[in-house]
């Protein structure tokens, strides 16, 4: 299976089961649009001579494409399916945690799944004895796992700041009598941040999301406090500092658009304009009932914007101001194992939430969904069932993701968008499958801009020292 497409000029195709990514002239998009549809040799060759085309040329460039196949990077089988049996059957181990260490917000944001923190249910925040359950709970089902992740979530975990940081304190003393090393992240809206949590998370957390949603007039319409007045001015210089403290790593600025910032492009620039390297924009994910929904009618501009965002990236890379956007980070070398490709975040199974309370959900977002309890952090799963019924969640289960070339990008998507969707969760969500194949193709056209231009300064370092300052290797 290949996929053929054009990006801000690049021609390219990409071998969905090889992961094989080719940069073609529009001769060669000809023959290997024939090949797709198993057209051969004579009938391809001569349809494109009828068109002008010189035969000699035409036929070498079959010849190359069908060298390509022999090596193993045009159509390649799928050699994925026959694994799912034995990650099927696999011991399940849950390996990270999502901690909403506050079910309690100091902001009242317009698209919040949290209800401003209350999870369909009461506002609360999470005992340290609770936290202490359900580090202890992480470890006795890592199995021999090692490494752990602990996300304090919210809500707003800061309101709870006394309790997150005994949390990441037991931690360490439990890595030190069970031999495990835990990954602790923190999500935050930043209105309570100081020098002492940016410190104490500079020093324990290895990963903190700051949310913003962009330009001032975006940010403070959707993401107010409870009496209307907007967080960008508040937040801003606190997540420039806090972003400077982090040496620009190891953070991202989250924001989400909607319907009322088509234009979200302009948003993710400007994050950049302010100073922040590492930026994720999320779509937001809403019922059509809501105005500022996404609907099926907004999807050609957004698309539009990825193309302009991905060019732009390009543009800033190469006058040195460039940074990262998170549904265009894709690693062609390494990247997740073949399991997580196939069935995605491991909600349900690897990755669970955990209530104020102590109960267990698949993931944040279905915490509230009484159906979906999966039992607590003191007696442990208790619904085998849901956690089965997650477990056979793959790109294969799902008709939609079967001949998607994107799937092994993706992982199936969202279970719970499927579910609020769908009522499945073994579905897809469409809206949000059309805007993550645009992002792969944007994110596959930047690795091919980006690895054309290290080519060409590779070249004229050659041609300038003849390889001696080590540059070409």
């Keep these: 299976m290949i996929h053929l497409f054009k990006n801000n000029g690049y021609a390219m ?115 340290e004895e609770v936290g202490r359950q359900a580090l202890d709970f992480l470890v006795r089902n890592s199995g021999s796992r090692r490494n752990l992740e602990v996300d304090f979530f919210g809500g707003e975990p800061t309101l709870n700041w006394k309790t997150v940081r005994n949390l990441v304190a037991y931690g360490r003393e439990l890595e030190k009598t069970h031999d495990k090393v835990f990954r602790f992240t923190l999500t935050t809206n930043g209105v309570l941040l100081n020098d002492e949590i940016m410190e104490f998370c500079n020093r324990e957390m290895g990963n903190v999301v700051l949310s913003i949603d ?57 994050m950049a304009d302010l100073g922040f390297k590492q930026i994720s924009i999320e779509p937001v994910v809403a019922p059509p009932s809501e105005e500022y929904a996404i609907r099926e009618e907004d999807l050609p501009v957004i698309c ?3 193309d302009i965002l991905a060019a732009e990236m390009i543009r800033r890379h190469r006058e040195g101001r460039g940074f990262n956007f998170f549904h265009f980070m894709m690693d062609l070398t390494g990247g997740p194992c073949v399991y997580k ?55 294969y289960a799902k008709q939609s993701c079967r001949d998607c070339f994107a799937r092994f990008y993706c992982s199936g998507g969202c279970a719970a968008n499927s579910f609020n969707f769908t009522g499945r969760i073994d579905d897809v969500y469409e809206i949000g499958c059309v805007m993550q194949r645009k992002r792969v193709e944007c994110a596959l056209m930047i690795k091919a801009a980006l690895a054309e231009e290290a080519d060409t300064v590779r070249e004229a370092c050659d041609e300038d020292c003849g390889g001696d300052c080590g540059f070409s290797g």
């Design 13 to 127: 195709c990409l071998d969905v089961n090889s992961g094989s990514v080719h940069v073609i002239d529009d001769l060669v998009w000809d023959v290997l649009a024939g090949m797709d549809r198993g057209l051969d040799r004579e009938t391809v060759i001569r349809s494109l001579t009828e068109q002008g085309t010189d035969a000699a040329e035409a036929a070498e460039a079959w010849e190359e494409c069908e060298e390509l196949r022999k090596e193993g990077m045009l159509f390649t089988e799928d050699a994925y399916a026959d694994a799912l049996d034995t990650y099927a059957d696999r011991p399940v181990v849950v390996k990270a945690l999502c901690l909403h260490i506050a079910h309690d917000c100091n902001l009242a944001c317009r698209y919040c799944f949290a209800e401003e923190g209350e999870y369909h249910g009461r506002r609360a925040l999470m005992s």
């Design 304 to 306: 539009e914007q990825y």
């Design 214 to 270: 962009g330009r001032k007039e975006v940010n403070d319409r959707m993401r107010p406090f409870r009496n209307g007045k907007g967080s960008y001015d508040l937040i801003v210089p606190k997540f420039q500092k806090f972003a400077d403290s982090r040496n620009q790593d190891k953070y991202y600025v989250r924001g989400t658009f909607t319907h009322f910032n088509l234009d979200f492009a302009a948003d993710v620039l400007h």
């Design 341 to 395: 490709r196939l069935s995605g975040c491991g909600s349900g199974t690897e990755y669970l939430a955990v209530t104020p309370w102590g109960d267990l959900y698949p993931c944040h977002q279905f915490v509230g969904n009484e159906p979906f309890c999966m039992g607590n952090v003191r007696d442990g799963v208790v619904r085998t069932d849901l956690r089965d019924a997650f477990r056979r969640i793959n790109v």
